[in-house]
Each structure stands twice: as structure tokens, then as C-alpha cells.
């Protein structure tokens, strides 16, 4: 049987020209996503240490959006048209294909990790190995911004997203499971639906200690 990272990177192989027509300016009515990013942004530079991974980045946009903002961003998806779409896109940029669950970044090495609607289609189970190595790469006092889809009850719920599978999730649970992995939640930022799912789009801001 094929993983679900197979069935996932097939699924954005797949849909790359479209994806990216779609979503590479999404942000621009997406106020509050943006905000949360640049926030995200300005503590990083706080730390001192602006190098920053965006995992599950896509066609690329966010992690030049996160090089406007003064990081050091590199981007790294389990899709390789993704990465390739990505690399013609932003040519002065790094992108190379992972898995979120096997980086392959030192340990300690980055002042922040992005996380943009990338860990949505990752099986509940296997999300804490997931945010274990979210927390191995980030340096101490590294930040991880993670946004999700929230849901008011009290299980994760899966849902047939556009491009593949994907699950929602309560937030306090989810912030529980950033506990698990040793991170501190210390902002969270819930909204109202932007489709007909009605799911609460949910921006979570964690530091490693």
C-alpha cells in the first residue's frame, strides 16, 4: 500500500501550475495569515538567528515572503515538481525536497520554522514524530509558526481537501501535542472560516525553550 507522503507528493505533482495560480497571492486577502507571518518574522530577527526552514513551502511564495521580511528562508517540500516550480519562481532561493518527519537540518540550527498549512494532511498518529523534529532543528529560544484547520470538537477530523486527505484539529489538542514535543505555545490566533468547510483557520505561535 502506498504511505500517505506518497499518496500526498502524487497528489501535488499533480496540480502544480494550478496550485500555484491559486494560492501565490492568496495572502494578499488573507490579513490575518499575513500578520501572523510578519509577526512570526520579527521575532526571529529578535533572536538573532534568521535562518529559517519553511517546511511543506509549496510553489515558493511564502518562503520569499519570509526573505523580504530580512530572514535567511529556505524552502523544502515532499513534492518535487513543487521544489522544481519553486526553484524557477524564486531562482536566488534554495528549495530542496523532505519529509516535515526527516529534515535534514542540524540540530539546533534554525531560528524559526514555518509551517503553513503543511502538517494538515499528516495522519494524527504520525504527528508527533512530525513536531519532534520540528523542535529538533530549531535552536533554544527558535520559534515555530504553524497554521492548521481548527475544529470546535473534540477529536481530529478528516476531511477530503481539494489536492488529498487532510484533518482538522481542536486546538487546545494540537497546542497539547506542541507540548508533548517541549514547545511552548504562547500565541494563538482563530478565525473565521474562509470556505464553505467551516473550519476556524487557526494560527499557532510556539518557542523552543
Known amino acids: 500500500m502506498l504511505s500517505h507522503q506518497d499518496e500526498t507528493r502524487a497528489a501535488y505533482d499533480g496540480v502544480v501550475d494550478l496550485y500555484a495560480s491559486m494560492f501565490t497571492s492568496q495572502l494578499e486577502t488573507r490579513p490575518f495569515a499575513r500578520n501572523m507571518i510578519a509577526t512570526f518574522a520579527e521575532l526571529v530577527r529578535a533572536t538573532g538567528n534568521l535562518r529559517v526552514a519553511d517546511v511543506g513551502c509549496g510553489p515558493g511564495h511564502l518562503t520569499a515572503m519570509l526573505h523580504d521580511l530580512g530572514l535567511d528562508a529556505f524552502g523544502l517540500d515532499l513534492s518535487p515538481a513543487m521544489v522544481d516550480h519553486a526553484r524557477r519562481a524564486h531562482p536566488a532561493l534554495r528549495f530542496d525536497e523532505a519529509r516535515m ?109
Open 101 to 209: 518527519e526527516a529534515l535534514a537540518v542540524e540540530d539546533g540550527a534554525l531560528g524559526g520554522v514555518l509551517a503553513h498549512y503543511s502538517i494538515i494532511h499528516t495522519p494524527p498518529g504520525e504527528l508527533p514524530a512530525l513536531l519532534a523534529e520540528q523542535m529538533r532543528v530549531l535552536a533554544p529560544g527558535g520559534l515555530l509558526l504553524v497554521s492548521l484547520f481548527g475544529t470546535e470538537g473534540p477529536e481530529p477530523v478528516r476531511f477530503d481537501h481539494k489536492v488529498t486527505p487532510a484533518y482538522s484539529w481542536p486546538v487546545d489538542r494540537f497546542a497539547g501535542l506542541l507540548a508533548a514535543a517541549g514547545l511552548v505555545t504562547f500565541a494563538r490566533l482563530l478565525h473565521d472560516p474562509a470556505s464553505e468547510r467551516g473550519f476556524l483557520d487557526t494560527h499557532l505561535l510556539a518557542r523552543r525553550p
